[in-house]
């Protein structure tokens, strides 16, 4: 009587069990590399260099300054000076954390500070900036998100520095916070100021 050997096959039979498991971990590993590979804010955008979307908003209802109705976005808006275009809403809690410092960059009379108001309802849009402070010198009110769509916003909020050509120079994904305000978004800011001077 002859005996067959089991070993090949016990031996496949292993390899099939840890195949799952090794394609896992490699997945695994992959996802972690990539999770740790540079700065989440810095996701690419195909607007760099390119001129800003002829964007045209009224202000949001009701919001004055001095006065005055504050006024909505026009195309013209984003060239003749460097531009930090803020795209907020009242719904959105990061840009509760972030209006302290659009209020400083504010400050900087070098530059403009516009807004976007996404998806937002004209009434909490006024008790936001009525709480937080005003940095806009115009804000537009999309309240379809057909604007927020042709600048390619993530989500809210994301900023913008645009040239004094109108072009785009820089997006920020996410909030402003104290370390990217020096660390990126400043320096950004400066670059623009330094181009064409």
Same mark, same amino acid.
């Given at each position: 009587?002859? *005996?067959?050997?089991?070993? !090949?096959?016990?031996?496949?039979?292993?390899?099939m069990?840890?195949?799952?498991?090794?394609?896992?971990? #490699?997945?695994?590993?992959?996802?972690?590399?990539?999770?740790?590979?540079?700065?989440?804010?810095?996701? !690419?955008?195909?607007?760099?260099?390119?001129?800003a979307?002829?964007t045209? &908003?009224? #202000?949001?209802?009701?919001?004055?300054?001095?006065?005055?109705?504050?006024? /909505?976005? *026009?195309?013209?808006?984003?060239?003749?000076?460097?531009?930090?275009f803020?795209?907020?809403?009242?719904?959105?809690? +990061?840009?509760?954390?972030?209006?302290?410092?659009?209020?400083? &960059?504010?400050? @900087?009379?070098?530059?403009?500070?516009?807004?976007?108001?996404?998806?937002?309802?004209?009434?909490?849009? &006024?008790?936001?900036?009525?709480?937080?402070?005003? !940095?806009?010198?115009?804000?537009?009110? @999309?309240?379809?998100?057909?604007a #927020?769509?042709?600048? /390619?916003?993530? /989500?809210? +909020?994301? *900023?913008?520095?645009?040239?004094? @050509?109108? *072009?785009i120079?820089?997006?920020?994904?996410?909030?402003?916070?104290e370390?990217?305000? @020096?660390?990126? &978004?400043?320096?950004?800011i400066?670059?623009?100021?330094?181009?064409?001077?």
């Amino acid at each position: 009587m002859t *005996t067959v050997s089991t070993e !090949p096959a016990r031996g496949r039979r292993r390899w099939m069990l840890l195949l799952p498991l090794l394609v896992f971990l #490699g997945i695994a590993g992959l996802f972690l590399y990539r999770l740790g590979a540079g700065d989440p804010s810095a996701l !690419p955008s195909a607007l760099i260099g390119r001129p800003a979307p002829a964007t045209e &908003l009224p #202000g949001i209802a009701g919001l004055e300054r001095d006065g005055k109705p504050v006024p /909505g976005l *026009t195309a013209a808006d984003f060239k003749g000076a460097v531009t930090v275009f803020n795209v907020w809403a009242s719904w959105c809690v +990061p840009c509760r954390e972030e209006a302290p410092l659009l209020m400083r &960059l504010a400050e @900087d009379k070098r530059i403009r500070i516009l807004g976007l108001n996404y998806k937002d309802e004209a009434r909490n849009a &006024l008790q936001f900036l009525a709480r937080y402070g005003n !940095p806009y010198a115009a804000t537009g009110a @999309d309240l379809r998100g057909r604007a #927020g769509i042709e600048w /390619g916003v993530y /989500g809210v +909020p994301e *900023t913008f520095v645009i040239a004094r @050509d109108g *072009t785009i120079a820089y997006k920020l994904v996410g909030p402003i916070t104290e370390r990217n305000l @020096d660390s990126v &978004l400043r320096p950004e800011i400066e670059k623009a100021l330094a181009k064409g001077s």
